[in-house]
Nanobody, 126 residues
Framework: QVQLVESGGGLVQAGGSLRLSCAASGRRFWNNVMGWFRQAPGKEREFVAGINWNGSRTGYADFVKGRCTISRDNAKNTMYLQMNSLKPEDTAVYYC???????????????????WGQGTQVTVSS
């Protein structure tokens, strides 16, 4: 059974930092694009950041550029999202996702991702 499990969310004050982790089990995602998405109450799920199979290509939503860094450790089958200078508008449930096909490009479309975690809550207080 393939599982993606996020961790690292929590409550933080504006300006603070969090590091999210996404641990995969049940299959290796060494050759696969992975990404982070978020969904706030009443809003659609939106792309935050993505990374290709070896980390040589990354993509970020405009609203996190300069504040977030996505990375991965294929030996640990784990992906990370370092978030700095957090704002109240970053409050959302953050999901990790993975694409089933190998060596694809980073895509911001949630429809391109086949596996999803259950999400971790990030709350930023003002």
């Amino acid at each position: 059974q393939v599982q993606l499990v996020e961790s690292g969310g929590g409550l933080v004050q504006a300006g603070g930092s969090l590091r999210l982790s996404c641990a995969a089990s049940g299959r290796r995602f060494w050759n696969n694009v992975m990404g982070w998405f978020r969904q706030a109450p009443g809003k659609e799920r939106e792309f935050v950041a993505g990374i290709n199979w070896n980390g040589s290509r990354t993509g970020y939503a405009d609203f996190v550029k300069g504040r977030c860094t996505i990375s991965r450790d294929n030996a640990k089958n784990t992906m990370y999202l370092q978030m700095n200078s957090l704002k109240p508008e970053d409050t959302a449930v953050y999901y990790c996702a993975a694409v089933n096909s190998d060596y694809g490009p980073v895509s911001p479309s949630p429809n391109q991702y086949n596996y999803w975690g259950q999400g971790t809550q990030v709350t930023v207080s003002s």
